[in-house]
């Protein structure tokens, strides 16, 4: 699987290419790990170029939330409509900080 890192001010930004699946939720939860542990402030997940997240992709999503919550600020950002639905149906819209494109996640963190 292909994750971008992209550092913007004090942002790092991780964009997920393609799929996050059954078969790429290890490697795209080894990234977001690595990125959580170290000393990054504020951490974007961009998911501009994915084109499908399972709920294992999903979980990976909120051990990385879990793991920043109240030490760091954690969101989400560029979602397609149907990545979106994912996470409205999941519940997960209600309980993360997700923005339209990367500049209001940007704006906002």
Not at 2 to 8: F, K, L, M, P
Not at 17 to 36: G, H, N, P, Q
Not at 63 to 92: N, Q, W, Y
Not at 94 to 101: A, E, F, N, T, V
């Amino acid at each position: 699987m292909e994750i971008r890192q992209e550092t913007i001010g004090e942002a790092t930004i991780l964009v997920p290419l393609a799929r996050v699946d059954s078969s790429t939720a290890k490697a795209f939860e080894a990234k977001v790990l690595a990125v959580v542990n170290t000393a990054a402030s504020k951490i974007l997940i961009d998911f501009a170029e994915l084109n499908y997240i399972s709920s294992a992709g999903l979980r990976v999503v909120l051990v990385g939330a879990k793991m920043t919550r109240g030490t760091r600020k954690f969101a989400l950002c560029g979602m397609k409509p149907h990545i979106r639905e994912v996470f409205d149906v999941s519940g997960f819209a209600k309980i993360l900080s997700i923005y339209p494109d990367r500049e209001a996640a940007l704006a906002a963190l």
